[in-house]
Structures are given as structure tokens and as C-alpha cells.
């Protein structure tokens, strides 16, 4: 089980080619469980209800907002509770372990107070989105800017999201924290909405149709994101800014709330697929000065197959990732896998396809899983302390030089 967070901060090289900027990075919020940031919030509404011993989250809002719920509760054995009111069908089509409050006659109450006095007992725990939850929420969006803090080695001159109601000030007191630390400035910070909508205020970028539609057009053909158009909004308002000579030649952050990258994760079951000698010669050109000999990496490869398992990102036909995971023999003395080679297509870097390829191998692994990194390498070291790993012993190998 894959938990929210985390998610790929993508440096968009290829839209930085083509208009000519320095550095653009995109947060893939997509990326999380059940497809957007509502992950953030909702897992924390879960283990919330479970601490005060709640046995059924009551829940109104967003389909988002109530997918990532659904997918939440499942996980942690606890039941959910949709509140169904007029014009609201969609509701009817969620999973079999989702219950309904039928107030199909009813309009949507307009406040919590309203949502208070409906059929809820002392047993059930009521969420609706936007209007409680108002701690767990600046905790569950803040974490979005203390990733993109983390993830970036100069701080970020602007960032673009839309839906101020969530990130506006959840994103801005994750900065100022930041700064109170670092002395670290805080970005410029922009909320855009589309023109259509009628609760814009004077401080919110707008963007009309055409711009929504070519932000859109870039990210899939130049970045290949998948998400749906509307998603595209806070790209937009870069694009806006961008044409009226408003950008520098800073670092730019586009938060996109359910964006993510077109590549498909599987277990190669044989090598009819993919066959051996071309699986060698991607972990011969991907993982670059760190191959071994060709027959030591072919050995991985077979006990891998056999034993262990071999993970493959692509995207359409391209391979853009290998993982390769060998069996160790044992099942206490030292993790039952070991994870041989894991390399990616340079020009797919950055898109946070290393990170998913490893917490797929470490979920087929059960967590029974190690792997190897040379001393030197502080970044990939601090990376893999970040996902769970600890820096437990130092390998030495006995070589008989003849």
C-alpha cells in the first residue's frame, strides 16, 4: 500500500527548451493512491476517526475528496458513509463497502452547523470537505510545499495552484516556517482560477478557455502528463504571466492537483516480453558507470526471473525504467530480497519514476527487501533514507588477484 506523499517533483526540461526559461518544476499530485492531493487529507481524516475510536467517517464533498476517502477507508478496515442529497447520482456508482445517507430530497446544506442536525449518531465521525478539518487540512496541503522545500536546491522564486481555499494559507505557512529556519524568501505565490467562475476575487489570476487549452496541449505533448484538462489552470497562469514578460529567470513551481506521469509499472512475468539481451542492455546504458560485467548482470537477470522479479516503466513502447530484484536465499538472517539494478532513461529523469519503481519492488517485497549504494553518493543515500531504508552495513568483497 502506497501511502499519500511524496510525490514526483518533476523538473520540466522540455517546456524550459521551448519557452526558453531556467528552471520550471511541476508537483505531480496525480501521483498519490487514488489520483490527486485529496490523498493528503484524507488519510489524516482516517487516522483521525480511528484515534477517537470512530467506527463510520459520514463524508460530503468533491468526487476527488471522496475517492481518496473510499480508497483510505478500505485499507484501514473502517466503514464510510456518503451523504447522497438531490441531483447527486454519481454517488450511487462508488464501491460495494461505501454506504449511502439518502437525502436525495433535500438541497446540500449550505453550512456544518446544517450537516450536524442530519441522522448522525455518536459512533460516527462527520467530514465534509471545506468546512471542518481545518488543522488537518493546513498540515495535509502544507506538507505539498515542505516536498518542494526539500526537493529543490535553490529556493523557488514563484508558485502557481489553483484552489486557494485549500492551499492559500497552508502553502504560505509551510513557507513561513521555512523562512523563520533559513532566512529562506518566500515565493510569489499565485491562485488561478478559470474566467468562467463567478467566486473570483481581484487577487486570483484568471484564465480564459484558449490558455487553459494550450497549458494543456504543452504538459502532454512536451512533459507526457496525463490529467484532464481543467488540471492544467495553474500552467496556465505561468503561460499568462509568461507572455506578458512578467517571468524571471528564476525557479517556477506549478502545483498540478491531479497530474501525473504516462508511464505504466509492471512485472515482467517472462522474458517473451522483454527478452534478456535487450533487459542487459538497458541496465548496461541506464545505470551507466555503475554496470557490472555483462555475465554477473545476466545472473541477476535469471534469478530475478526465477526468484525474485524484474519491474518495467514504460510509457506506450518506450522503457523509460528497470528494476531488477534478486532472491537472497533467506528469510531471516538478512532481507529475503535484494535490489540488483535500478536505472532510467536519461531523458526521464526528474519525473520521480525511480522512487515508484522502489516502493512497487518494496511492496512485492513485503518491506523484506535491501540495497546498495556507494558511500559517496550522499544524494541517493538521503533519497533512499527518505522512502524507509537505513544505512545498516558496509559490504567488502574478497577479490583473488591472480
Not at 213 to 219: I, R, T, V
Not at 342 to 363: F, Q
Request: aromatic share 10%; net charge positive.
Amino acid at each position: 500500500m502506497k501511502n499519500s506523499g511524496k510525490t514526483p517533483l518533476l523538473r520540466a526540461r522540455n517546456i524550459e527548451k521551448k519557452l526558453g526559461i531556467k528552471r520550471l518544476y511541476i508537483k505531480l499530485e496525480g501521483a498519490n493512491p487514488s489520483g490527486s492531493k485529496h490523498d493528503r487529507l484524507a488519510w489524516r481524516i482516517v487516522f483521525s476517526a480511528m484515534s477517537q475510536d470512530k467506527s463510520n467517517i459520514i463524508a460530503d464533498g468533491s468526487k476527488p475528496y471522496i475517492k481518496a476517502l473510499s480508497y483510505y477507508t478500505e485499507i484501514y478496515h473502517i466503514n464510510l458513509t456518503v451523504i447522497q442529497f438531490k441531483n447527486q447520482l454519481w454517488k450511487s456508482e462508488l464501491g460495494s463497502h461505501v454506504k449511502r445517507l439518502d437525502y436525495t430530497g433535500k438541497a446540500k446544506p449550505k453550512t456544518y452547523n446544517l450537516y450536524q442536525k442530519l441522522d448522525i449518531e455518536d459512533k460516527d465521525y462527520l467530514a465534509v470537505e471545506g468546512m471542518n478539518h481545518i488543522e488537518l487540512k493546513s498540515i495535509a496541503f502544507g506538507s505539498i510545499a515542505d516536498e518542494i522545500i526539500a526537493k529543490m536546491k535553490y529556493p523557488a522564486n514563484t508558485l502557481f495552484y489553483t484552489h486557494k481555499e485549500d492551499y492559500q494559507n497552508s502553502i504560505y505557512n509551510a513557507y513561513l516556517k521555512n523562512y523563520m529556519k533559513t532566512s529562506q524568501e518566500l515565493p510569489e505565490l499565485f491562485s488561478v482560477m478559470s474566467s468562467k467562475k463567478s467566486n473570483s476575487s481581484e487577487n486570483d489570476l484568471l484564465v480564459d478557455d484558449d490558455l487553459i487549452a494550450e497549458a494543456y496541449s504543452m504538459l502532454s505533448k512536451f512533459e507526457h502528463l496525463k490529467m484532464k484538462k481543467k488540471a492544467a489552470i495553474p500552467f496556465a497562469g505561468f503561460l499568462a504571466k509568461f507572455k506578458k514578460g512578467e517571468i524571471s529567470k528564476g525557479h517556477h513551481v506549478i502545483v498540478l492537483d491531479t497530474a501525473k506521469t504516462r508511464v505504466d509499472i509492471r512485472r515482467l512475468e517472462n522474458f517473451d516480453d522483454i527478452s534478456k539481451d535487450q533487459l542487459l542492455d538497458y541496465v548496461d546504458h541506464y545505470l551507466d558507470r555503475y554496470s557490472d560485467p555483462v555475465e554477473d548482470a545476466k545472473d541477476a537477470l535469471e534469478n530475478a526471473m526465477e526468484k525474485g522479479f524484474i519491474l518495467v516503466a514504460s510509457r506506450g513502447e518506450i522503457v523509460d525504467g528497470v528494476c531488477v530484484v534478486v532472491h537472497m536465499g533467506f528469510s531471516q538472517f538478512i532481507p529475503t530480497y535484494h535490489l540488483a539494478y535500478i536505472g532510467m532513461n536519461p531523458k526521464s529523469k526528474g519525473r520521480g519514476l525511480g522512487t515508484e519503481l522502489i516502493e512497487y519492488a518494496v511492496d512485492l517485497a513485503d518491506g523484506k527487501i535491501s540495497l546498495h549504494v556507494d558511500l559517496d553518493n550522499y544524494r541517493a543515500k538521503k533519497l533512499y533514507e527518505k522512502m524507509g531504508f537505513k544505512h545498516v552495513y558496509n559490504r567488502m568483497i574478497f577479490q583473488n588477484e591472480e
